[in-house]
C-alpha cells in the first residue's frame, strides 16, 4: 500500500493518535514529583479545552446539517467540559484531590444527550420498537461487561463493596460501553460507509479506555501515579471534534439496510458477554456461596433485561415483515404501472439491456420503426440511428452506462425510409432491480424542430434590426442592468461595449435626471405604464451632455425574467433647431429683443397679476426720421442704427423689465412695479440722455431723437379680459407717441384719456395705416366696366380695402382722409400702383395666351401724390418692375388735384404722358369743371360721377348734365364712362345719349382679386353678372382697360 493511502486510512489514523498517546503516557512517568505535577495541570487544561472545543464544533454541525444527532452531542460534550472546569480548579488550588467531587455531575451528565444522540444516528424515522430493542442490546452488553470488570477488580476494591467512589467508577464504563454499543449498531445497519460514525466510534474508544483505567487506577488508588486516563480523555474528544467537522446532512440520517446475513455474529457480540456475566456469577456462588451482593442483583437485572431484548426482538420482526408484505404489494404493482406507463408512452421508448440490445418496445417505437415489436427485440437501438449521427448517440450510451446524467441529444432517425428529427435521451436503471435496464427515448421533434428554426431566424432578424437600427437601443434587466446594446448607442455614447455592458441604466443619464429615468424605467417593467416616451439628458463618455428621447417597453416572457427594451433617439439638434425657432418666433431676429408676440402675451399676463395698488406702463418708443437715416446711409446702416438704440434701451431699462421691438423703428418697454407715469419718465428721459451722444454709423456721426408715448395701467376691473386690456394699453401708449410726433418730435408724451376722442381716433388710426403697410394689410378689389354700345367687358375698377383683422375689411372712407393728412397715401398709392400693374401684367400673359386683346390698366392718384416730385419715376419704377406695357396703363386725377397748381399740374401731366401711359379726369363736374385747363391738360377720358347717374331719366337736372358731359367728351374727342349704374333703365339712357362706359352693381359686385384668378372675364360671366342680351349688339370688342382707383365701391 502507497505510503499516501496509508496515512488517509482511519485504521492509521487510530494507530498513530494511540501510538503517540501511550508513548506520550510513558513519557511522564518519568518526570520527577513536580515536573508530574505540571504536567497534570496541562493535561486538565487540554482536557477542558478539547471537550469544549468538541462542544462548539458538534453545535456547528448541528447548525450546518440541522441534525438533532450533533445537537444533542454538543450539550453533553459542554456539559462534561463544565466538570472538566471543576476538575481543573481542585487540581490548581493544589490540595488532596476529591473523589467524588462536585465535577462527576458534569462528567455524569454527559451520557443522557450523548445516548439520545446515539439513538438519532439509527434511522430519520425510527420505530419505536427498534430505538427500544438498539438500547437494550446496549445496555445487555453494557452490564454484561460492567460485571466482568467488577469481578476483575482488585481485592482490596471489595473491602468496600458497594461503596460509592466503585459504583461511581463503574458507572463511567457502563455510560461507555453502552455509547459504544449505540454507536457500532448504528454503523452496521447503515447503508453507506460514514467516516463521522467511525470517528465518533473511535472518540468513545478513547473515553471507555481512559474511565476504564481511571477505575482500575481508583480501586488500587494509585491514579496519581498513571498519566494514561488523562491523555486518553484528550485523544477521545479531539476524536469527537473531529467526527463533528465531517458531519453531512446524509451521514447523520443512515437509511435502514437489508440485513440479510450477520444474524449469527450479532446474537454473538450480544449475548457473549451476557453468557461470560453469568458464568462469573456462578463461578462466585460455586466458591463463595449464596452470597446476594451488586454483582448478583446486577445479574439479575441483567436477566430482565435480555428477556426485554427478545420482546422487542419479536415486535420489530413484526414490523419488518409488515413492511416487507406491504413493500412486495406495492413492487408487483410498480412493475405493472411501469410497463402500462411504458407501453402507453406517447414517445418511443425502449428497454436496453448492458449490451445496449432492445429487450423491450414500447408501441410507439413499433410505429415509428415501422417494423412488429418481435423484429425490435434483441436488435441494436442504435441501428435506428442515421449513420451520420451514430457516433454522437454512441457517445450518449457510453457517459450514461459510465454513471453520467448527459442531457438530451438531436439526431436523425430511418422511419419509415424517412429521416425523422428524434431528441434521444437514455436513463440509466441498470442498479435499479425492478427494471434492471436502460431506458432509450425517441422524441419526435420536427415540429419543435420547425418552430426553432423559425424562431433563430426570427431572433436572427431581430439581432440583425437590433444591431443596426440608426437610433440607439438597449436591453436591461428588471433590475435596470444594460445586458445588450447596439452600435448605434455606442456611437451615440463616444465610448466601448464593455465600459457601457453591466452597468445600471441611469448611470448613463444626467445626475439631475436619474431619479426620473429609474421611475419610469421601475414602473414600465412593474406593468404600471406598458410603453413610455419621456426626453431625458444623457452624459456622454467624453463628458459632454446630450438631449435623447426614449421610448421603453416591457417583454414578458413566461418562464423566465422580464426584460426591457429601450429605444434612444438623439435629439440634441432637433431640440436646438426647436429652441431657435422658438426664439426667432418670439424674438426680433435683427436685435435679440422681444418681438409683438412676446410683448402682447408678457403684458397680458403681467396685467392679469396686477392687485391692490401695484401698476405697470408701457412705454412706446419710435425713432424721429428713421426713413431719413435709411435712405440716405442704407439700409444696413439703419440696421446698425436700430441695434444701437436696442443696446441703449436695454441699458437704461431695469433687469426685471422687457424690451420689445414691433418692427421698423418702433420700440416699447414694459415697465414693472410702476404705479405712476414718474418711473416711465424717468426711465425713457435716460434713454433720450444716452440718444444725445452721437451714434457712429460708418464712420459717420449721427444724432437720432425719439417719441416717446407713455400709458399706465393698474389692476384690471372685473369682466375685463387680460389680452384685451394689453391691446388697448399698447394703442394708448401709440397714441401717447403720435402725440408726441405732432407737437414736434423728440419728446415724450404721457396717455391722458381727458383729451379728445376724435383727434385720439384720428392718430390711432394713422399709426394703424403706418402698421398695415409694414404687414402687407391693404387688400384690391375689382369691379368691372362694361361698353355700353357693345355690351364687352371694356375694363375693371380696382378698389382699396384694409383687412385690420382676418376677414374683416375696412372701408376707404374711415382711412383715405388720415393718410392723406399724414403722407401715407404717398407710399399707400405706390403699393396700389405697383401691384395693380402687377396683377394686369400676370392678366395679360393669360389673354395673350389665349389669343384674346390686351388688359390696360389705370391707377388713380391721390392729390398729394400726384403733387409728390417723384410721381413720374415712381410709375415708370412700377412699369418696370412689372412689366407691364405703358400704353396698357391709366391713371385717373380728380378735379381737385388738377386746380391745385394749373402750371405745375401741366407739366406733370406732360411728363407722365411722355412715359406712354393715359390720363382720366375722375368724379367730372363735382369741381371746378373748367372748359379752358380741360383743353389744355393732357388727358384722354372723363368719368361721370354717380351723383349724375343716380337722376338720369328722372331728374332734368342731372339728366341735362350727363347730356352736357357726354356732349363735351365728344366734342374734344374724350371718352367719357358713367360711374354708379345700378339698373337697365340708366343703361338704356347712357345708350341712347351716346356713353361709351359704364361701371355700376348693374354689372357686378367688387371682388378680392384672390378670387378672379388669372381671368377676370371668364369669373363675371360664369357668375352671370353680366347679360349680355341686355348690353345690346355685339361688335369688334375694344382694348379692354383697368380702371384702378381708392374710393369706395357704390
Not at 488532596?96 to 462528567?107: C, E, K, M, T
Not at 498513571?226 to 440520517?253: E, R, Y
Not at 437485572?301 to 426485554?308: D, E, G, R, S
Amino acid at each position: 500500500m502507497p505510503i499516501e493511502r496509508l496515512m488517509k486510512s482511519k485504521g492509521a489514523s487510530y494507530a498513530i493518535l494511540a501510538t503517540a498517546t501511550w508513548l506520550v503516557a510513558f513519557w511522564l512517568t518519568h518526570f520527577t514529583f513536580a515536573e508530574s505535577k505540571a504536567i497534570e495541570e496541562l493535561a486538565t487544561l487540554l482536557e477542558a479545552t478539547a471537550s469544549g472545543v468538541a462542544s462548539v464544533l458538534c453545535w456547528r454541525a448541528a447548525t450546518r446539517t440541522r441534525n438533532p444527532t450533533w445537537r444533542c452531542m454538543a450539550v453533553g460534550c459542554a456539559l462534561w467540559t463544565s466538570g472538566s472546569i471543576a476538575w481543573t480548579y481542585y487540581v490548581f488550588r493544589g490540595d488532596a484531590l476529591p473523589y467524588p467531587s462536585f465535577a462527576d455531575i458534569g462528567y455524569l451528565l454527559l451520557f443522557p444527550p450523548a445516548i439520545v444522540s446515539a439513538l438519532w444516528l439509527h434511522e430519520a424515522r425510527p420505530r419505536g420498537a427498534d430505538r427500544a430493542r438498539s438500547l437494550l442490546d446496549a445496555l445487555l452488553v453494557a452490564g454484561s461487561l460492567t460485571i466482568i470488570l467488577w469481578w476483575a477488580l482488585p481485592a482490596s476494591a471489595h473491602r468496600n463493596n458497594g461503596s460509592l467512589e466503585l459504583v461511581l467508577s463503574v458507572s463511567y464504563v457502563a455510560g461507555d460501553i453502552v455509547l459504544l454499543s449505540l454507536i457500532a449498531s448504528a454503523i452496521r445497519r447503515s447503508e453507506r460507509h460514514h467516516n463521522e460514525l467511525l470517528w465518533l466510534l473511535g472518540g468513545f474508544a478513547w473515553l471507555t479506555v481512559a474511565d476504564a483505567l481511571f477505575a482500575y487506577e481508583e480501586a488500587r488508588d494509585s491514579y496519581l501515579d498513571s498519566w494514561i486516563p488523562d491523555f486518553s480523555w484528550i485523544a477521545g474528544f479531539t476524536c469527537i471534534a473531529f467526527a463533528a467537522t465531517l458531519a453531512s446532512p446524509t451521514g447523520a440520517t443512515p437509511r435502514r439496510r437489508r440485513r440479510l446475513s450477520g444474524e449469527g455474529s450479532q446474537y454473538l457480540v450480544i449475548y457473549g458477554p451476557y453468557l461470560a456475566a453469568v458464568a462469573v456469577t456462578g463461578y462466585e456462588l460455586a466458591h463463595n456461596g449464596l452470597l446476594i451482593g451488586t454483582q448478583g442483583w446486577a445479574t439479575i437485572a441483567l436477566a430482565v433485561v435480555a428477556f426485554a431484548r427478545q420482546i422487542a426482538s419479536q415486535a420489530e420482526n413484526n414490523d419488518l415483515t409488515t413492511d416487507l408484505e406491504a413493500r412486495v404489494a406495492e413492487l408487483t404493482g410498480s412493475h405493472a404501472r411501469f410497463f402500462a406507463v411504458f407501453d402507453e408512452s406517447i414517445e418511443a421508448l425502449a428497454l436496453l439491456d448492458r449490451d445496449g440490445r432492445i429487450r423491450l418496445a414500447s408501441r410507439q417505437l413499433v410505429r415509428l420503426a415501422g417494423v412488429s415489436a418481435a423484429e425490435l427485440v434483441g436488435r441494436d437501438a442504435l441501428s435506428f440511428v442515421c449513420a451520420a449521427d451514430r457516433d454522437q448517440a454512441r457517445g450518449l450510451y457510453h457517459r450514461t452506462l459510465a454513471g453520467e446524467a448527459p442531457s438530451p441529444i438531436q439526431v436523425r432517425v430511418d422511419s419509415s425510409n424517412r429521416l425523422v428529427h428524434v431528441e434521444l435521451t437514455l436513463t440509466n436503471l441498470l442498479t435499479n432491480p425492478e427494471v434492471a435496464g436502460l431506458l432509450l427515448g425517441f422524441r419526435d421533434i420536427s415540429d419543435r424542430r420547425g418552430q426553432e428554426q423559425q424562431l433563430a431566424a426570427s431572433q436572427a432578424r431581430f439581432r440583425a434590426a437590433f444591431d443596426h437600427a440608426p437610433i440607439g437601443m438597449v436591453v436591461i434587466d428588471i433590475d435596470l442592468t444594460i445586458n445588450r446594446l447596439n452600435e448605434s448607442l455606442i456611437a451615440m455614447f463616444a465610448g466601448r461595449e464593455e465600459d457601457l455592458l453591466g452597468r445600471h441604466f441611469t448611470d448613463l443619464a444626467h445626475p439631475d435626471d436619474r431619479p426620473m429615468v429609474e421611475q419610469i424605467i421601475t414602473q414600465n417593467a412593474q406593468g404600471e405604464s406598458p410603453t413610455m416616451n419621456f426626453e431625458v439628458r444623457l452624459a456622454r463618455g467624453d463628458g459632454s451632455i446630450i438631449w435623447t428621447r426614449m421610448s421603453a417597453v416591457t417583454i414578458h416572457v413566461v418562464g423566465a425574467p422580464n426584460y426591457v427594451i429601450v429605444q434612444i433617439e438623439d435629439i440634441t439638434e432637433r431640440r436646438e433647431i426647436a429652441r431657435t425657432l422658438e426664439h426667432n418666433a418670439l424674438h426680433d431676429p435683427l436685435t435679440g429683443l422681444a418681438n409683438r408676440t412676446l410683448f402682447k402675451h408678457v403684458l397680458a399676463e403681467s396685467l392679469s397679476g396686477l392687485s391692490g395698488h401695484e401698476g405697470l406702463a408701457v412705454a412706446f418708443v419710435d425713432v424721429d426720421r428713421f426713413k431719413l437715416v435709411n435712405d440716405s446711409l442704407g439700409h444696413d446702416a439703419g440696421d446698425v442704427l436700430l441695434r444701437i438704440i436696442a443696446e441703449r434701451l436695454l441699458r437704461v431699462s431695469r433687469e426685471r423689465d422687457l424690451v420689445a421691438r414691433l418692427g421698423g423703428d418702433e420700440f416699447t418697454l414694459l415697465l414693472h412695479d410702476v404705479p405712476d407715469a414718474s418711473i416711465a419718465l424717468e426711465i425713457t428721459q435716460r434713454l433720450e440722455e444716452s440718444l444725445r451722444q452721437p451714434v457712429s454709423i460708418g464712420g459717420v456721426d449721427t444724432y437720432v431723437t425719439v417719441s416717446v408715448g407713455i400709458a399706465v395701467a393698474g389692476p384690471l376691473p372685473k369682466g375685463i379680459h387680460a389680452s384685451e386690456a394689453a391691446d388697448d394699453l399698447l394703442r394708448d401708449a401709440d397714441t401717447a407717441m403720435y402725440l408726441a410726433k405732432e407737437a414736434g418730435r423728440a419728446r415724450i408724451e404721457v396717455f391722458d384719456k381727458r383729451r379728445s376722442p376724435s383727434g385720439t381716433k384720428q392718430l390711432s388710426i394713422a399709426n394703424a395705416l403706418y402698421r398695415a403697410l409694414e404687414r402687407d394689410e391693404f387688400r384690391l378689389f375689382y369691379q368691372p366696366v362694361v361698353d355700353v354700345q357693345t355690351g364687352e367687358i371694356e375694363g375693371f375698377e380696382a378698389l382699396l380695402r384694409w383687412e385690420q383683422k382676418p376677414g374683416i375689411f375696412r372701408s376707404p372712407v374711415e382711412f383715405i382722409g388720415v393718410a392723406e393728412d399724414t403722407g401715407l397715401i404717398v407710399p399707400i398709392g405706390a403699393w396700389v400702383l405697383r401691384t395693380a400693374c402687377g396683377h394686369a401684367a400676370r392678366w395679360n400673359e393669360h389673354a395673350a395666351a389665349h389669343g384674346r386683346s390686351p388688359v390696360t390698366v389705370a391707377v388713380n392718384l391721390s392729390p398729394r401724390q400726384f403733387d409728390s416730385d417723384d410721381i413720374a419715376q415712381t410709375v415708370a419704377d412700377a412699369l418696370a418692375a412689372t412689366g407691364l406695357s405703358s400704353d396698357l396703363l391709366w391713371l385717373e386725377i380728380t378735379e381737385s388735384a388738377l386746380m391745385r397748381d394749373t402750371a405745375s399740374t401741366t407739366s406733370t401731366l406732360h411728363n407722365l404722358r411722355r412715359l406712354g401711359v393715359h390720363l382720366s379726369i375722375d368724379d367730372f363736374g363735382t369741381g371746378y369743371s373748367s372748359l379752358s385747363y380741360l383743353k389744355r391738360f393732357p388727358v384722354e377720358a372723363l368719368k361721370i360721377d354717380q351723383s349724375f347717374t343716380d337722376g338720369l331719366g328722372t331728374d332734368r337736372d342731372d339728366t341735362a348734365i350727363v347730356t352736357a358731359v357726354i356732349g363735351l367728351a365728344q366734342a374734344l374727342y374724350l371718352k367719357v364712362v358713367a360711374e354708379g349704374v345700378e339698373n337697365e333703365f340708366q343703361l338704356d339712357q347712357l345708350r341712347r345719349l351716346g356713353c361709351d362706359g359704364a361701371q355700376g352693381y348693374n354689372f357686378g359686385l367688387p371682388t378680392a382679386h384672390d378670387l378672379l384668378g388669372d381671368d377676370p372675364q371668364a369669373f363675371f360671366r360664369g357668375r352671370r353678372e353680366l347679360s349680355t342680351g341686355a348690353w345690346g349688339k355685339t361688335s369688334t370688342p375694344t382694348p379692354t382697360r383697368l380702371v384702378v382707383g381708392n374710393q369706395l365701391a357704390p
